[in-house]
């Protein structure tokens, strides 16, 4: 069986990362059971870097870079792709989300995604002016299978406190989507706290991101308008795992955030 292509490297940094780690390999006359002897992982992991189905990390280019002699290549190019937008982060932060057993959201604009009902979910896509509404409304519904599956993943959310009371989609949609919260809320696999405005400044209030955990570590996803950021950098992760928590310490117990919610959906009538 021939091996997939390399992917275009003029999409992006990424995609030039991984021809560049095929070309230099082949150039070496290198198999890919050597580089996964080199980088200490699976074959089949060297496929998927080589793929651009998975990111080489700072350990692994620097390890490229002193073994064959690159002139720290590798380390410049992943330096690189991090400080540019991909358009296949969200992608790639989807897939990632499906396979994490631990994932910490933070939401400081509208219910998160994998919680929204469709009604709510319809509502912020038109307010968002998109084009193929209906597909991107199927493939968010898509995404929430995760919560249902044999093995779902531990969901912890932390809610500013105003999305709750923005009337999207107007006040028979809010108010639903309110009442889904608290039926999710009840789930042992699903904690929902909310951050009270009253608490004023706080590291949230500049963005909202989610840590997905998978296998291999953590991995962060900040969100912004347009398309977000993947970071798959263990360094600049701990960052937002400190940042999440420091927010966490100003949200409510779940309990009373349950109360809360239950509160603003009868303020919807």
Do not use: C
Request: hydrophobic letters at 45%; glycine letters at 8%.
């Amino acid at each position: 069986m021939l091996p997939k292509p390399s992917p275009d490297p003029k999409a992006s940094m990424w995609n030039w990362i991984a021809y560049a780690l095929r070309f230099y390999r082949m150039q070496r006359g290198l198999s890919g059971q050597d580089v996964a002897k080199l980088l200490t992982m699976a074959r089949s992991s060297v496929s998927r870097l080589e793929n651009g189905q998975a990111q080489l990390d700072d350990h692994d280019a620097l390890k490229l870079d002193n073994e064959w002699n690159t002139g720290g290549l590798f380390t410049l190019l992943l330096w690189y792709a991090r400080l540019g937008h991909d358009p296949d982060w969200f992608k790639q932060h989807v897939d990632i989300e499906a396979r994490a057993s631990v994932i910490r959201v933070w939401e400081n604009a509208w219910i998160p995604g994998l919680l929204q009902t469709e009604a709510y979910a319809r509502a912020t896509l038109r307010a968002g002016g998109v084009r193929d509404l209906e597909g991107l409304l199927a493939a968010r519904l898509a995404r929430q299978k995760i919560l249902t599956s044999e093995n779902p993943p531990i969901l912890w959310i932390l809610l500013r406190e105003p999305v709750l009371q923005v009337p999207v989609g107007g006040n028979a949609v809010m108010r639903g989507q309110l009442a889904h919260l608290l039926d999710l809320s009840e789930s042992a696999d699903i904690a929902i706290r909310v951050v009270p405005t009253a608490v004023g400044a706080h590291p949230g209030l500049d963005g909202a991101f989610k840590i997905m955990t998978t296998e291999t570590g953590d991995v962060a996803y900040a969100d912004s308008p347009g398309g977000g950021r993947l970071v798959p950098s263990a360094s600049e992760v701990q960052l937002y795992v400190v940042r999440y928590d420091r927010i966490g310490q100003q949200a409510m117990p779940e309990i009373p955030s349950r109360n809360r919610i239950a509160q603003a959906m009868e303020a919807m009538e």
